[in-house]
């Protein structure tokens, strides 16, 4: 069910339009952003800033959606700058990182959010869960298949350019055998490596069994540190390699795979629109006027 609207007088604005509270984990401090400047240090940190501008505005809605659809129901908490929420990083940190980059970096950034002002994606007229992640296996996951919580708009899709786009596509992992049973709880023989029990409609491993014991993808992915639930594994010595397609959850939008449909001619309309089944994109105002009510 719907959580409850933040009442009007509970958001602060600034100026330039609707403030942000940020948590910054590392001072412990709470740092008020106005929305657009946010949306800005998210996409900064969250997509590569050399990605095409079809993408990064892709990103930018994503980043938009998401944060006012936390500050709708957030009752004046602060979104935390971490991947518990979305990473953010200010102007001064922004100039440190990117050091010699960081003018025409910025300028990229800046382009994608002002081109997007005040767009959010929305689902039967509210913002919708927003999710993206790098690099896909060649498709995306249900939400149910991953979170176990079916959301329409959340619905495998293809995504084919990830494969030839993303740097990290193959991942290979080893782990020493004791390790991997140490974290699972299992003892391995060298006869009984285990098996693959079923798969998802994104082709991603839904149940496992490994040394008699059952496990679905998501509990190997998280307990074992891989970078996708789209993994195989095979006993060589001493070690157990893990090989892996794609990184991360592989639920919404596929960032390598935005940035593939950009370089192909994609606008960003159609970029969120085919990762995000059904969606509108709609002005903060029409969505969620509440947020921009005046004191």
């Known amino acids: ?10 958001v602060e604005e600034t100026d330039t339009g609707l403030a942000v509270p940020v948590m910054r984990q590392a001072r412990g401090e ?3 952003v106005d929305l657009e400047s946010y949306v800005a240090g998210v996409v900064a940190s969250e997509m590569p800033a050399s990605f095409e501008k079809e993408a990064l505005k892709a990103q930018a809605l994503a980043a938009r ?14 979104i935390t700058d971490t991947t518990t929420h979305q990473v953010f990083k200010n102007e001064a940190e922004l100039k440190e990182i990117w050091k010699d980059d960081y003018t025409w970096k910025k300028a ?20 919708i869960t927003a999710a993206f992640f790098s690099t896909s296996n060649g498709w995306t996951e249900n939400a149910k298949d991953y979170w176990e919580e079916d959301v329409p708009y959340l619905a495998s899709v293809e995504s084919k350019w990830d494969e030839q786009a993303a740097p990290g596509f193959y991942h290979e992992k080893r782990m020493p055998v004791a390790e991997f049973e140490m974290k699972l709880g299992i ?11 079923e798969r998802t409609p994104g082709n991603r491993i839904k149940t496992v069994e490994i ?9 190997i992915r998280e307990t074992l540190d891989l970078r996708s639930t789209d993994f195989e594994w095979v006993l060589e010595g001493d070690e157990v390699v893990i090989k892996t397609k794609g990184f991360g959850h592989g639920v919404g939008m596929s960032q390598y795979g935005a940035n593939g449909m950009a370089l192909s001619g994609s606008s960003y309309e159609d970029i969120v629109h085919y990762y995000f089944s059904g969606v509108e994109i709609t002005s903060i105002g029409d969505a969620v006027p509440a947020l921009l009510a005046k004191r």
């Open 1 to 10: 069910m719907p959580e409850e609207e933040v009442p009007a007088e509970q």
């Open 30 to 32: 709470v740092e008020t």
């Open 65 to 78: 959606t998401y944060v006012t659809k936390f500050l709708t129901h957030s009752k004046g908490e602060p």
């Open 108 to 127: 990229a950034i800046d382009e994608a959010v002002q081109e997007t002002k005040g767009e959010i994606l929305t689902y039967e007229g509210q913002p």
């Open 187 to 197: 003892s391995l023989t060298a006869d009984e490596q285990g098996s693959i029990l």
């Open 211 to 219: 040394a008699g014991k059952t496990f679905s993808g998501r509990e």
